[in-house]
C-alpha cells in the first residue's frame, strides 16, 4: 500500500506538468517518432531539477537514470543523444514554452514568495558556431526560499540584462509575484529606474554595488570606513563551498541621511549593507 501511496504523487506531478505542456505542438510525423515530445519534457525536468545545465549532462543523467525514467513513460528507445536533444529544443516555440513552465510551477507551488533573486546565466555548449548563433543566455527569477524559477526570459547577451530586467519585473508584477517580495540583483541591475520599477509594483529591493556606480561606492565605502557603532550592525557567516572555505563578514546599516549626492535613490530609506568575503 505504501509503494502505491509512493508512486501515485509523482503520476499525478507527471500529469500536471503534461496537461500544462500540452500546448506545444509536435510537428513530427508520428510514425517516424522515436522519442514522444512527453518523455523528452519528463526527462528535461528530472535532469534539471537534478542540476543539470545542458544537453550533454541532461543525456547522461538520463542513461544512468533510465529505470528510474520507466517508471513514468516506455522510453522504448532508451535516451535521445544531446544533439537530438539540442535539435528538439530549438524546434520549440521559446515564448509558449515559457508559458507553459510559468503555469506549472504557479500550478505547484501557489503561495507568494518572500525573496526573488534575478540573475543571468549563460548555457555551456548552447551556441553554435556554424550556425553563428551565440550561446543561450537567459535572465531568471527564482524564488530563493522554494528553490523554484519563477519565470525566464531569453536575451542576446548579458549587456541586454539591464534593458530585459525591467520586462520581467513587469511580468513579474502581472502574475501577482512580485508585490511584498525582496528582490535581489547583482550590480548589473543598480540603476536607479530599475530600483525605481520595484517600487512602483510595492516590493523592496537589495542591489550590489561595484564599480558602475563609482560615486555611490565611494560615498558607502566612507561611511561604513567611519560610521559610528551604533548605527551599523554586523554579522559573521563561515560555510564550505566550491572546494574552499568562505568567510563573509556582513555591516548593515539603516543611516542613509549621509548621501549627499545630487541623484535620489528609489526606497532611499532602506537599510544600506555592506559586505566582504
Not at 232 to 253: L, Q, Y
Amino acid at each position: 500500500m505504501d509503494l502505491l501511496v509512493d508512486e501515485a504523487m509523482p503520476r499525478a506531478r507527471l500529469g500536471l506538468l503534461l496537461e500544462h505542456f500540452s500546448r506545444l505542438e509536435d510537428e513530427r510525423e508520428p510514425w517516424r517518432v522515436m522519442y514522444p515530445l512527453s518523455e523528452v519534457l519528463l526527462l528535461l525536468t528530472c535532469a534539471t531539477i537534478a542540476s543539470c545545465d545542458d544537453f550533454d549532462e541532461i543525456a547522461l543523467w538520463g542513461k544512468h537514470h533510465l529505470d528510474f525514467l520507466r517508471r513514468f513513460a516506455p522510453f522504448h528507445f532508451d535516451i535521445p543523444c544531446e544533439r537530438w536533444l539540442r535539435t528538439l529544443v530549438n524546434r520549440v516555440d521559446p515564448v509558449l514554452f515559457g508559458r507553459c513552465f510559468e503555469n506549472w510551477i504557479r500550478a505547484l507551488w501557489p503561495d507568494r514568495h518572500d525573496l526573488i533573486a534575478i540573475d543571468g546565466k549563460t548555457s555551456r555548449r548552447t551556441h553554435d558556431k556554424g550556425k553563428g548563433l551565440k550561446a543561450l543566455h537567459t535572465l531568471s527569477a527564482y524564488a530563493t526560499n522554494a528553490r523554484l524559477t519563477l519565470a525566464q526570459l531569453s536575451v542576446p547577451e548579458k549587456t541586454n540584462e539591464i534593458t530585459a530586467i525591467p520586462e520581467l519585473l513587469d511580468h513579474l508584477a502581472e502574475t501577482k509575484q512580485l508585490e511584498g517580495a525582496l528582490v535581489t540583483i547583482d550590480a548589473m541591475g543598480c540603476q536607479v529606474a530599475i530600483a525605481d520599477k520595484i517600487v512602483a509594483h510595492k516590493a523592496n529591493f537589495m542591489l550590489a554595488l561595484k564599480g558602475n556606480q563609482l560615486t555611490l561606492e565611494t560615498e558607502v565605502e566612507d561611511y561604513f570606513r567611519t560610521a559610528p557603532e551604533d548605527e551599523i550592525v554586523r554579522k559573521t557567516t563561515i560555510e564550505k563551498g566550491h572546494g574552499r572555505i568562505e568567510t563573509r563578514i556582513f555591516t548593515a546599516s539603516k543611516a542613509v541621511d549621509w548621501i549627499k549626492s545630487e541623484k535620489t535613490y528609489p526606497g532611499n530609506r532602506n537599510s544600506i549593507t555592506s559586505r566582504r568575503s
